[in-house]
């Protein structure tokens, strides 16, 4: 029997966003998890040392809570979505992932969003979102969240800084380790693992044909991690993609070694460039990587390039 086929259609280029300009405020947005005041405190502080005259809009709808969630559902949705239309905004950041993204996507009016151009930057669970704004067309940045900036390298405190000055830090050249074989390009795509498999099967699955696939995660077991990229597999994304990215697997700077290996054996056989140990994720190194955008990926060097057109 084949394998069931998800949406075939390839993902077009995405178009820029409203960039940040200086003296513009950022907005913090809490579409997922709930989160510790004092971790909001250390995120602001670092925030502050990026950029030290920067506007923070930290509303009263996050200090929101429903159970682990930081608000209901239509609370979290209507707060984000009023952010990302809001035409004196310059970023959105998200203040923390962690669980409840995927249950805004149907109270989202996400085409409207896309046409508003907010700029939206996070990751892990924001994966849904994140995917949802670029299939709409939108360049959505996957990058830091603020509760991870007190423990960010250089590179990636860079990269936020520069953006926050009103300047594009890409076109974006990142080391890793090459697989092979060859070169490819196409729109960036993906993030995190464990909620692109979650979103198989619905309607907000992105397109990934010709794709270059991003793909980190965290607090996952070699054997789980096995199963996910099987999942991908047998879905038939791994035979549609251009090429996989693979960034932090874990929070180390060093993951423990069966991981890459989980990972390195479902990847071996693909026939598209694969570039791992690529500097994003949930440790200390989290590139802005602008989904949507046009990448290139050379497996026998080992470097991915995002952003080109965007400077």
Known sequence: MGHPAPPDQAPALARPPRWPRPGQPLALAAPAGAFAPEALQAGLEALQELAPVLTVRAGQELAGRDGYFAGNDQERAGHLQALLTDPELGLVMAVRGGFGCSRLLPLMDLAACAQAGGCLLGFSDLTCLLNALASQGLVALHGPVLTQLPRLDGPSRHDLATLLAGRRPWPLSLAGVGLGPGLAAGPLMGGNLTLLCHLLGTPWFPPLKGAILLLEDTGEAAYRLDRLLTQLELAGVLGQVAGVAVGWLSEDATPPP????????????????????????????????PLGALAEIDGQAGRLTVGLGLA
């Open 258 to 289: 069966q991981l890459e290996q989980a990972v390195l054996r479902r990847l071996a056989g693909l026939s598209v460039p694969v570039v791992r140990g690529l500097p994003f994720g949930h440790g200390s190194a989290n590139r802005l990587l």
